[in-house]
């Protein structure tokens, strides 16, 4: 998708991509300069709760508790 850079420095969002990331009027973008590329990242708006169910996904929640338990059981 391309969009272009108004005299401004503004630019639009394609539509295909607010609708995909829920984005809308208000919404927190963090421009990323890798130094070779520019990556735009939406911020969502209850990062505990994307970053949970992120974590959910990756099966990191249940190591971590497993990991907890250990630690418990080992007295650490």
């Not at 009027?25 to 911020?43: A, F, N, Q």
């Not at 709760?49 to 959910?56: D, L, S, V, W």
């Amino acid at each position: 998708m391309r969009t272009t850079i108004s005299k401004r420095g503004q630019t639009s969002v394609p539509a295909e991509i607010l609708k995909k990331y829920n984005l809308k009027k208000g919404s927190k973008l963090y421009w990323l300069d890798t130094g070779k590329e520019i990556k735009v990242i939406p911020i969502p708006e209850d990062i505990i709760k994307a970053t949970y169910k992120i974590a959910e996904k990756e099966g990191l929640y249940n190591e971590l508790m497993d990991y907890r338990e250990k630690e418990k059981l080992n007295g650490s």
